[in-house]
Structure formats: structure tokens, C-alpha cells
């Protein structure tokens, strides 16, 4: 036995009720390259996280590099010396920063200083072939290039233990073959690696030194290839793993035969298309491409993701009209003909897209209508579907409870469902295992033999595409070479589909076809990248500035570089600031009245005259007769009504109190309360008015009112400075969740978790950009005060500036906090929206004054930032106050800053559940 | 014909795959729930702008009979007893913001009252309290001078004034403020509830790849656009009349004026141009999350500038016209004040209709074409 590099015992773990480790008990020999194989889904993943220790053991023990993984001092110590590279293309890269962006990231977590940085950044690059691309972002390179990077990102500290996660999934047969041959390359500099690495791909796992064969979250084989194949008495590792399988999966396997094709001449081609070609902008995705493929043919297309594949695929199908070029099925054009073709077409896409809202029956329901398939022949075909397609026991589940190779089976039915002569099928196996995969396989094979379908399929499994009738090679939008499989190989004088693949992939890169993958100069870099003299000694600091650096300086470049965030960020407050301004105003101004004036004599005019002066009311013309009266306000062309009665200024001649009856349209009770203030005040000053010109005692007695702070009383002087409290925990807050949950979402979260940053300087350093942000965004809210609404400062600028400073600090820290218990952005955004508004709006004084509020509303005002920034950013502006009055609420936001950092630190975790 | 009658068959297929959607979406439904029912309960009974618990301080100088008597008057709901404070305090007092009010009554007030010697009080007002520094200060005043008048002369104000003022207020007697605020979080619902329903119907299909799935199949563009749109507007206008029924008329007893049949009828054209607008602000992101970003503040501006918070008059003539002629939202704000609080008839509203199709249409159009150009191509 071999000395183990890791060793799992009794190794248990479940995704709520799913089982996906099972009791597993497995060595992993040091010093090799060892595969972990099976199809997706069967707990590969797991095992390999468990190892990386970016996932927390639930049961069993995981030892690795002679310590234990459970113990968080050993996973600390021993984390520079793992490097993980995660499932899925370049998941754990960041798309928009560079190639050289990326790796100077994960160079600067493992503390490298300047120097060193660039030295192995240029190795690393030259080794990998990535040398003339280091200012490409990362999300525009091919599967293969980030696939590269990755593992580039993964090397850049020497680690002593690999663990690489699917990483050829979805990558062409050359950038997969240059992958291996660089990984041999580096193994063969540093031998003490071990490496670890998970595969659906058999045929790789063919060059492993040593493998383990998984299903259902057990070991089903353990040993070398040869081994393996010898217990199963098969050829080949698919074969073998297929044999070695529990009984009750492989029952009813039957291996793929292919029945020869009868040609029928002369007819009409099923698909033709002549000089193809999509542009995007500047990029050209597919560059003229040009084939006739005949009726009941299997045409199978291969290439790798971001080829031009999926492009071509979408101009058959007329989901994007060609730049150049024409497509025809069975010889009529796409254009013009579009709804007649369509009904004769059926697409499969490559990830899974049917409605998982619907069941099985309702997915093949609604698509048996909008085919529009006799209605009284609907039930007969649904049920006939789900009896050849096998789906009769899952006919009313949703598809999300179905395995992966249920839900094929079911996209295969619902896209034949209407017989259409024509199959268009983007990579419909990934992920599929083999025993389904070649059901699926047998399907295709019938329907294109039987009911002469023509069959067009894109595929990454060279065993599928030698079971095709014709395949074409394409590469950077070009197809390079049409045929049957055995004529490509022919041509190429190789022994198999993938080795003449191959060649004309490097016929296509340029690349001398006996030249070894990586060229001899690579190697040297390989050499020097991974010699001693740069293995600096690993410094392990608590808390590492430059770690955190690292992370505040890439959040900032994503940031700068997304468009929506950074809108949202530096624009949303502005418009919301102006919408606020304007939108809640308390001013009552512009009442319009108008006169039912019966009377119409000096005193009663007199009387009108009062509001036709006042600056609050302006006049419209007058009303004639009680109906147009009730009719004026209801339009709400009118909002007072001023009623004089006939005899008005006889009566009041005669002191007999006459009656004048002012009706206000109340639909707004706000307005309507002040327009009844001042009503009410006109009506005293004309009463005072009459009584002195009468001659009568008025009473001596005045009320003065003086309004504080705010003397025109405008809202927009009290309004405003509320409003940037407002804005300044609204987008902050959110901002900040955003930005810890997209890493949730997009999967680069794994680095937090595998490399050694620690949770503080994680926390800090992706807060650090958002506080910058805001504090933007705070200055400029201040100019639009000051110079669009006309505040003036009364009060110190330093407190508002420093108290500002603290609030945003309070404020993102919240949305960190908020970050650590939320999933998905739209959980995020929502989340922090509501419970930063509430708060905000109701108990902080924006609209009721904090001294209205009782108990309750008011203590859940205080347990907010909100509410102890309000009379910063108000007695700043408006209150014109200082230091001396405010320093309790300084230090309130002081302690929310911390507190917020305390119980985020406190709730995150460095591993996944 | 046969080829329009297939047109409407598809469109009505993907109407009901629609409405299976919602169905299916747990969260959407709570939210629309939610909103419709607690949500147009808790608002408009709690956040109102109606005086109440006003925080008022009194520097009583004089310490009479009269200056007590005023004191005491201070009562709620309107106003908090009233704490007596030194003249010193007073500064301070509304620097922090304890108080709202300070009324000062001078030393020898109630003297002066009694000669007929002019007097002065004097109330300081924190003018940062906006919404209740106005109304309030006018209750405050009426209070003081009702009170001083009974003490002087016996009687209330009105029997010493030579006019009898009698003001009344049209549609809402007693300016109860849930009767407004009821409604406009009805309406507030409807244009959030549509923007984001029909927006977030668009970006699932986009996240999940199926919008390319119908498109492969004999269906256009317009049949999933104006699908999403009819299903998620249907939702709304139900929900909306639902809570308005039961609600806002049977629950918080507010009494509708006009028709409801007329209120439905606008409803659903602007729902359905609202419903056109949520798809139009979806063809500008990929994902929820954005979405979400963008929504925001659109959905803000759409509440706030469209007078069913601040009446459009308040606001500057720019902003008015623009929020005018580029939105529907303050047309329906005028619309259901009209019909629901005023009772105005077809013939008063006639117009508003005729807005909301031209809007309908212009947004319609408009998130047709972005989502060909955005949806097909990228």
C-alpha cells in the first residue's frame, strides 16, 4: 500500500434529506495523479470539498496531509498548502477582471510581494500558453483558456496537494489533452504533489494512476485503470463502470448498436445552410460556415463551449438571424417561412429549459397546444409519450424532483411531441450518466432509422460522435472538417475520433502537428515557476493586511467594471434624493377656489378679496349654481368652495352674523387640514378687520409663532437632510449585501474558503470599496442639497462629515450582516430594503417627529443606525448644531460599526454547510 | 383567419402557462397577499398625517387661573399633556428634539387678558417636524384662543365673530386620513405589484433559458409578451378589487363614493400599461438581482412624484410635466381620486382612459422591440 496523501473514514454527508456520502472509507495515495470517477450527482464533489476543507464534515474523519481536516488550527495552517479548483468553467474567477488581474489576486492572498508576483504570473502564463492574452478578461476566454487560468490561480503558491474538480467538463479534446500534458509536466518537476481530480470523462481517467469509481455516494471500484477494467473483464473504463454498477441500473442496459442508413437519392436536403456567419460587435462567433445535411442523417457537431456551437445552432433554429449567409429546411428559407418551419422543428438546449413550475403532463400539454396538435388527438399523444419515453409514474411531478436523465427524457418527448421531421439537440448528455446517456442514445437512433428524423447534435463525448452518421469539427467560429467519423480519422491517419480531433485542432491553432502539447520553452517556464528559489516561506499572519488588500482591491475593479451596480450605486441615490425632495413635500400651495358669490355686493367682495390675495389660493372663475358647485370639486378642477349666501352684507350691517359656508375637497386630508388652517386664519384677520372698522374692542391678545430652524418653513429644509439618512442606509446597505451574495451565487466564494484569508479581513476588505462608494455618493447627495435645494450648512461640517463617515460604516456593515444569512441577490435586495426602510422611514423622524413616538416604535428606532443619524445630518443642515450637542449620537454609530462587524464575523462561515 | 385563429389559441396556451407560473411561485403569492391585505391595513391605520401625540412644552411665566386653564386644554389625541419647562430649557429642549412645541405664556398674561391690555404669547415651533409643525401650530393656536375667549368673555370664539364661518369638507367629513390612505396604498400596490410580477416573469424565463425554448416553437415574440402581460395583469386587477371590496370598504370601513365597475375598468388598462412597463425595465437586465436594482428606484420615483403622496401641484413645473407626459402612474392617480373619493363619473373620467391606452400602446411597442434586440440577440 502506498503512503496516503489523504484518508477518509466513515465519511457520511447529507444535503437535507439527500444522501450524498454514504459511509464512504477511501485512501487517497500520495504522490500520484488519482481520479475520482462517476457521473454527475453522485457525491464526487463532496468528497472533494470535504478534502479542500471547503465543506464541514458532518460524520466520519477527513485526513489530510497528516492532520486533521475537522479542526479549524490544522485547516488553517495546512490551507496554503491545498489548492482547490472548483466544478464549472472558471467558477471560481472573476469574469471581469484580466487574466493577469485574476492571478495578481490570488498571488497577493498568498502574500506575495511585488516582485515575486510578477515573476510567477510570467511563468505560470508562458508554461500555460496564456502568455499572449494577459489583458483579456476572464469571461471572455474559451472553456479550455479558463480552465488554465484556473489552474494557473490554483498553482500560484506550489501547493502540495491539487484538487481539481471536473476541470476538463465542457473543454475541446486539445485544451484538454495540453491540460493533462501540463499537469504531467508539473508532477514530473515536483513529485512530492499529489493530485486529485473528478471526472465524467472515462476516456481520461484511462491515464490516472490510481482511481475510485462512484455511485450514489459509495465506492464501487478502487485501483489502478488496469485493475479496474480487469475485475470488470471489460475493454474500456466506460464499459467497466457500466459492469460494475448495481444490478437493478443496469437492468435493461443494452449496449448502442447503430443500424446502417439507407440513403434515399435525390432528395431534397433536410438542413442546408451556406456561409453562416454571426457577428457581435467586433467578435465574430461564427465565420461562414456552410453544410447539407440530408433527410434521417445523425449529424453530430463538435467543438468546444464558446466555439460557435450554440450560435449555429440558434441561427437553424431562427432564434438569431445571421449576419451573413442562409439557412433552408427542406429548401424553404428561414425567412418569411418562420411559423410553418418552426412547426416542423424540435430543440433540446443544453442546460435544462422546460417550466419547472409545471409538472411532466402540464410541460407536455402546453406544448402539444402551442403545436397545435388536434385537440382530440392531445390526450392519445401525451399518453403515448410518456409510456415510450418512460415517464408514466412521473407524469404529475414537477421536473425539479426528477434525476438529470428523467429530465433528458423528458426535454426529448416534449421537443418530438408534435413529430417534427428535423431534431436540433445542444449538448443534451452533459451531465448524464452512462447507463442513461446511451438510452437516450438508443431513443435518437430509432427515431432517426425509424421516423427518418433528421437528427443535428452537439456533443462533448467523442463515443457519442462516432455514433454519428456525419460529424463536423469546429473551432473559434470556424467548422474545419465535415465527415463520417471513420473518414475524419482516416484523413488524419489517426487510430481514434479524438486523436484526429486533436490534429486538426492544432492544424487549426497553428500548432506543428508532432510539436508535444506544451513546447519545450513552456516547460522551462514550468521549470523556473515551480523551482525552489521562489518557494518563499509561507509567513501565516492572524491578520494579514495585504490579504485583505487584496480583496478590497478586486471588489473595487468588479465594481468599477458592472455597469448596473455601479449605477445603481452613484446614480440611485441622486434620483431618489431628487424624488424625495420633490415627491414628499408638505408645502400646501396653488389651492385653487372659486366663488358661489349669491349676494355679490361690496361686502362680500370684500370678503372675496381676502383670497384672492393670499399667496396660498388662486382664483378660477366663478360658480354659478349649486350643481356646478358639487360638479367642480368632484372634477377636482376646484379645491375650495367659498359659499355667500343673498343678503350677506345686509345682514352683516346688522351684526346678524351671517353665514358663509367654504366646502374643501377633503379627498387629500393633508391638503385639506391645511387649506382649513388657513382658511381659518384668513377668516380671523377678516373678522378682526370688520370688528375695528365697526368700531368694536378686538381682543388685544396675539399669538406669535416662530418657526425654528426653518423660518419659510420649506419642507425641502427639513425633508432633505432626513432623506440623505434615508439614501445613506438604503443603497449602502444594499450594495454590500449585493456584494458578498453574488460571490454566493457565482461560486467564487470557494476562494474565501480555500485559500487563507481570514473571516475579518474577508469582511473588512470587501467592505472597504462600498464605503468608498457611498462616500461618493454622500458627497454628492450634500452638493445636490446644498446647490439644487439650497441648503446651507448652519451646523459644524466636521461633525457631518464624520458622522457621515460612521453611518456608512454602520450601514454597510448592516448589509454585510444581512449578507451572511441570505442566499440568492434577490433575497438580499429585498432583505436589506425592508428591514433598513422600515425602520428608516417610520421610527427615525423622517415624517413623524421622533417625540410623537411611544415605547415600542421608539426603541426599535434606536436599535437602528437610522435613528441616531437623523439628528446628525438635520442639526448639521437645518438645527445648525455642533459637537457639544451631538457627541452621544457619534458614539451610538461608533458602536453600531462595530457591533455590526462583531455579529457578521460571528455568523460567518468559513465553510460551507 | 385559420392562421389568426392559431395566433389567439397560442396566446391564450401561454396565457394559462402563466398563470400556472404564478401559481407555482409561493413567494410572488404571499407577496401580492401581503400587500394587498395587511399591508393596505397596516399603512393607512398607522403612518398618517393626521395630528396626534404632538410634544408640546409650556415656559408658564404668568402661573394663573388662565395660564393653568390653557395648559390643561392641551389634551390628546392631539397633543401630549404638556410638560412645564424652565424658559432656560427651552433651547435645548428643541435642539434635541424633545418637543415639537413651546409655548410661552409671559408673566402678567392673565392680567393684561382681563384689561384688554394688548399680550403676547409666544410658541416656538421646531419647523424640522414638517408634517405636524403647520397643522399643528394652527390646532395649538386655535386651542390657546378658544380657551382665552371662554375665559374673557364666556363663550367660544365663534359667538363673538361677526361672520359665522361653516367649513365643511367634500367627500371626507372628519378628514379621516385612512380613507386616503387606503386607497393610494391600493393604488401604490398596483403599480409595484404589476411592474415587478411582469418584469420578474420575463428575467425567469431568461434565467432559465426557456423564452429560447418558445421561441424555437411556432410562437412570436408579441404572443409571450402580451401573454405575461394579460396573466399578470389579470392577477393584479383581482387582487386590487379584492382588497378594495373587502379591504378598504368592508374592513376599515371606508365608504366608496363612485363606481366600481368605472375603477375596474381603468384599472385594468393601466395595469396592463404598467404590466408592458415591468417587461420594457426586464429587457434591460439578465438576472433577478439586477432587476431588482434597476426596479427599485423606477418604482419609487413611479409612487412618490404622482401625487398620491404629495399633490402634483406642490411639485415643480418640470417634474410635473415630466412625470406627466412619461408616465401613466400620476394619470391614474387623478383617475381612481376622481372615481373613488370624489364618485366621478364616465363623463368626468373619459379622458384618463384614453391616456392610459395611448401609454398601453406606446409601452408596449417599446418593450416589444428591447425584447427583440435584447432578448433574441443576446
Known sequence: MMEAVARLEGVTHRYGKRLAVDALNLAIPAGCMAGLIGPDGVGKSTVLALLAGVRKLQAGSVQVLGGNMAEKRFRDEASPRIAYMPQGLGRNLYPTLTVFENLDFFARLFGQGASERQARIHDLLTATGLDPFPDRPAGKLSGGMKQKLSLCCALI??????????????????????FWDLIDTIRGRRPQMSVIVATAYMEEAERFDWLAAMDDGKLIAVGSPDEVRGRAGKASLEEAFIALLPEEKRRGYQSVVVPPRVVAPDEIPAIEAEGLTCRFGNFTAVDNVSFCISKGEIFGFLGSNGCGKSTTMKMLTGLITPTEGWTKLFGQSLVGNEMEIKQNVGYMSQSFSL????????????????????????????????????????????????????????????????????????????????????????????????????????????NEAARCDRISLMHAGKVFAV????????????????????????????????????????????????????????????????????????????????????????????????????????????????????????????????????????????????????????????????????????????????????????????????????????????????????????????????????????????????????????????????????EKETGSIANFHSTPISKAEFLLGKQLPYIGVSLVSAAVLFLLAVFLFQLSLKGSFSLFALGTLLYLIATTGFGQLVSTFTRSQVAAVVATAIISIVPAVNFSGLIIPVSSLTGMGRAFGLAFPPAWYQPISVGAFTKGLGWGDLWPNMLALGGFCILFFVLSLLLLRKQDA | MRNRLRWLANLFQLFIKELRSIKADPIMLVLVLYAFTLAVYSVSTSASTELKNLAVAVVDEDDSQLSRKIISALQPPIFQEAVKISAREADMALNEGRYVFVLDIPPNFERDVLADRPAELQVEIDATAIVFAGNGSVALQNVIANEISEFRYGGGLASTAPVNLVMRSAFNPNLNSVWFGALMQVMNNITMLTLILSGAALIRERERGTVEHLLVMPVGAGQIVLAKILANGLVIVVA???????????????????????????????????????????????????????????????????????????????????????????????????????????????????????????????????????????
Open chain 2, 240 to 378: 386590487a378589487i379584492l382588497s378594495l371590496v373587502v379591504v378598504v370598504h368592508l374592513l376599515l370601513s371606508v365608504p366608496i363614493q363612485g363606481s366600481v365597475l368605472l375603477f375596474l375598468l381603468g384599472t385594468t388598462i393601466y395595469t396592463l400599461s404598467i404590466a408592458s412597463m415591468g417587461i420594457l425595465v426586464a429587457t434591460f437586465s439578465t438576472s433577478m438581482a439586477q432587476f431588482g436594482l434597476l426596479a427599485i428606484p423606477v418604482l419609487i420615483v413611479l409612487n412618490l412624484l404622482s401625487g398620491g403622496m404629495t399633490p402634483m401641484e406642490s411639485m415643480p413645473v418640470w417634474l410635473r410635466y415630466a412625470m406627466q407626459t412619461l408616465t401613466t402612474t400620476p394619470h391614474f392617480v387623478s383617475f381612481t381620486q376622481a372615481v373613488l373619493f370624489r364618485g366621478g363619473g364616465f363623463s368626468l373620467v373619459w379622458q384618463y382612459l384614453l391616456i392610459f391606452v395611448g401609454f398601453g400602446g406606446v409601452y408596449f411597442a417599446l418593450s416589444l422591440m428591447r425584447f427583440r434586440s435584447a432578448v433574441l440577440k443576446g
Open chain 1, 483 to 742: 465527415g463520417t467519423p471513420e473518414e475524419l480519422a482516416e484523413r488524419r491517419g489517426k487510430p481514434t475520433l479524438e486523436d484526429a480531433f486533436v490534429s486538426y485542432l492544432k492544424e487549426a491553432s497553428g500548432i506543428p502537428e508532432d510539436a508535444p502539447a506544451s513546447t519545450a520553452a513552456e516547460k522551462a517556464a514550468v521549470e523556473t515557476a515551480l523551482s525552489p528559489a521562489h518557494a518563499a516561506p509561507m509567513r501565516q499572519r492572524h491578520f494579514d493586511p495585504g490579504r485583505l488588500w487584496a480583496y478590497a482591491r478586486r471588489e473595487t475593479m468588479e465594481l468599477l467594471r458592472d455597469r448596473i451596480r455601479l449605477w445603481f450605486a452613484l446614480f440611485g441615490p441622486v434620483i431618489l434624493m431628487i424624488t424625495f425632495g420633490y415627491g414628499i413635500s408638505f408645502d400646501v400651495e396653488n389651492l385653487t377656489f372659486a366663488a358661489f358669490d349669491q349676494d355679490k355686493t361690496q361686502q362680500s367682495r370684500q370678503l372675496l378679496e381676502k383670497f384672492s390675495a393670499s399667496r396660498y389660493f388662486s382664483e378660477r372663475p366663478d360658480i354659478g349654481s349649486s350643481a356646478e358647485l358639487q360638479n367642480r370639486l368632484k372634477s377636482g378642477e376646484v379645491n375650495i368652495a367659498i359659499e355667500i349666501p343673498s343678503g350677506y352684507g345686509r345682514d352683516l350691517k346688522a351684526g346678524r352674523q351671517p353665514e358663509v359656508s367654504v366646502t374643501v375637497d377633503g379627498s387629500m386630508p393633508f391638503r385639506a387640514e391645511t387649506a382649513k388652517g388657513y382658511v381659518t386664519g384668513l377668516a380671523t384677520g377678516y373678522a378682526s378687520e370688520l370688528m375695528r372698522q365697526s368700531g368694536q374692542s378686538v381682543p388685544a391678545i396675539s399669538i406669535e409663532t416662530r418657526f425654528r430652524y426653518n423660518q419659510a418653513f420649506k419642507s425641502v429644509n427639513a425633508m432633505v437632510p432626513s432623506v440623505i439618512m434615508l439614501m445613506l442606509v438604503l443603497i449602502p446597505a444594499i450594495m454590500s449585501a449585493i456584494g458578498i451574495v453574488r
Open chain 1, 157 to 178: 503558491h506550489d501547493p502540495d496537494f491539487l484538487i481539481l474538480d471536473e476541470p476538463t467538463t465542457g473543454v475541446d479534446p486539445l485544451s484538454r489533452q495540453q
Open chain 1, 355 to 462: 417550466y419547472t413550475e409545471l409538472t411532466v403532463r402540464q410541460n407536455l400539454d402546453l406544448h402539444a397546444h402551442l403545436f397545435h396538435i388536434p385537440a382530440g388527438e392531445i390526450d392519445a399523444r401525451i399518453q403515448e409519450m410518456l409510456t415510450s419515453y418512460d415517464l408514466t409514474e412521473v407524469a404529475d411531478a414537477l421536473p425539479d424532483s426528477l434525476p438529470l436523465g428523467m429530465r433528458q427524457r423528458l426535454q426529448l418527448a416534449v421537443a418530438v411531441i408534435h413529430r417534427p421531421s428535423i431534431l436540433i439537440l445542444d449538448e443534451p448528455t452533459s451531465g448524464v450518466d452512462p447507463v442513461a446517456r446511451d438510452s437516450f442514445w438508443r431513443t435518437l437512433i430509432g427515431l432517426a432509422r425509424d421516423d427518418g428524423v433528421t437528427i443535428f447534435i452537439s456533443t462533448h463525448f467523442m
